[in-house]
């Protein structure tokens, strides 16, 4: 027996660069990475591939489709992953990925590119979600906040450098090598998570769920949905009502079919962490979308000037993320969400008070720093939540829910701000001022609900 003395050596937990789980850390942040620098830099260059190839009508589809077909894939992810794990999700949307830049970087018409853009679209689905389930197999838990973090961080670079690149590129190269040049650095990514693909094994379930091919079909309703959402979007006038009026109606019918039971009345547990993720990113895109334009319009700022304001944010939302992946656990669950809505609350209402011509702009640069300092706590934390509400069996089916959440509920702002907006000859401080409104009021609901991420104890 030891002695009274005798001090027991404790292994410390292994951290996101220990041995096991370097490459897989480095594998799985470069593709998140490639991600956001596709999605950011696609939308630099899009235009000079319109005037390119002289497919300036399928301009919206070419942004709708893929967002269409993102959608479908994250439910078809979800469902595979719970039925043989995540390998196999992560091989394919590699492969559909690449294929897809591939198609789109080589397109003779516009048309060819759509498709390339669609295939694109629907590996990213399966990608996204796939990586969300490998953190849930092969990290340990205590570990979990810090790889979302990184996660979260892994966007900040490509939306600093994203648009500036995608245009260097365009200017100086071709716009061809936006799309080209990405596999060069998805397959190797992919190859360094690939020996812990291998150790993970399948996950518990050997078959489809049951269900499965109803919820596919509810997801290709929200995935047509989605994308007239889009389309309306960017269209004017009575067109452009029509075609958001019935994507939201379709978006109403189809969604719920697809998030957790009780979403819609903010039940407790994974139902609300599933709606607060909506809502924060509904309100931060929301106002981030009308920052510029605002700043641009009324306080006279050129492009560049307004564009530094969001990467103020952008800097924020990554101070935020390592923040929350070093702090001690709280002792509550809704902690970190309550903190991170109420900066986003806050920060967005301070931002709205630059519309008034006698306050400095420095009061927007220190409501929207405020704000992405709220979603950097707040965005990891939810993914953190979800895995800890979701079975084994379910991590997929719940991952692949917040992030369809998320993708849902900025886009509807999105499309019904471009509509505001849209009004009158052109936007004017009222218009600035109730979409960033808005955009407050969803934080501040998203407030008052994250005690509901707690689950209390049967009786």
Do not use: K
């Not at 994250?74 to 595979?80: A, E, K, L, T």
């Not at 197999?137 to 600093?160: C, G, T």
């Not at 499309?415 to 409104?437: E, K």
């Amino acid at each position: 027996m030891p002695s009274p003395t005798t001090v027991v050596a404790v292994p410390a937990a292994p951290g996101l660069f220990a041995p096991r789980l370097r490459a897989m850390t480095v594998g799985s942040v470069a593709l998140i990475s490639l991600l956001a620098f596709e999605a950011l830099a696609v939308g630099t260059a899009m235009p000079t591939v319109a005037r390119s190839l002289d497919g300036l009508a399928l301009y919206g589809i070419a942004f709708g489709g893929p967002f269409a077909t993102n959608v479908l894939a994250m439910v078809v992810s979800g469902i595979w992953c719970d039925a043989r794990g995540p390998r196999g999700p992560m091989w394919h949307g590699v492969a559909w990925f690449v294929v897809g830049l591939l198609i789109a970087g080589t397109a003779p018409v516009m048309g060819a590119l759509v498709v390339g853009r669609v295939v694109q679209g629907f590996g990213s689905g399966l990608l996204a979600v796939a990586l969300y389930v490998i953190v849930g197999h092969a990290y340990p838990q205590d570990l979990h906040r810090r790889i979302f973090a990184a996660f979260a961080a892994a966007w900040v670079v490509p939306s600093l450098v994203g648009p500036a690149v995608a245009g260097l590129i365009v200017e100086h190269l071709n716009w061809r090598w936006v799309f080209l040049a990405v596999p060069a650095v998805a397959v190797p990514a992919v190859l360094l998570i690939h020996p812990g693909l291998r150790s993970l094994g399948q996950s518990v379930r050997t078959g489809v769920p049951a269900g499965a091919a109803v919820r596919i079909g509810w997801a290709c309703g929200a995935a047509v949905s989605a994308a007239l959402l889009h389309i309306g979007g960017q269209q004017r006038g009575v067109t452009a009502l029509a075609l958001v009026a019935v994507a939201v109606a379709g978006l109403l019918v189809c969604a719920p079919r697809l998030l957790p039971a009780g979403f819609l009345r903010a039940a407790r547990g994974l139902p609300t962490v599933i709606g607060l993720r909506g809502l924060a990113s509904a309100a931060f895109v929301g106002a981030e979308v009308v920052i510029p334009l605002m700043l641009s319009r009324e306080r006279g700022l050129s492009p560049t000037g307004a564009g530094l304001v969001l990467t103020v944010g952008a800097l924020a939302w990554s101070v935020g993320s390592w923040i929350q992946g070093r702090i001690p656990v709280p002792a509550s669950r809704a902690s970190l969400p309550r903190a991170g809505l109420s900066c986003i609350t806050v920060g967005t209402a301070t931002v709205a008070l630059a519309v008034r011509p006698e306050l400095p702009v420095a009061v927007a640069v220190l409501g929207w720093a405020v704000a992405g300092l709220g979603m950097g706590l707040l965005y990891p934390s939810l993914s953190v939540l979800t895995l800890e509400l979701s079975a084994p069996g379910e991590q997929g089916r719940n991952s692949s829910s917040l992030q369809l959440g998320d993708s849902l509920f900025a886009a509807t702002v999105l499309a019904l701000t471009g509509a505001v907006l849209a009004v009158g000859s052109a936007p004017g401080p009222a218009s600035y001022a109730s979409t960033l409104a808005v955009a407050a009021g969803l934080a501040l609901l998203g407030t008052l609900l994250a005690g509901r991420v707690v689950v209390r104890a049967s009786a």
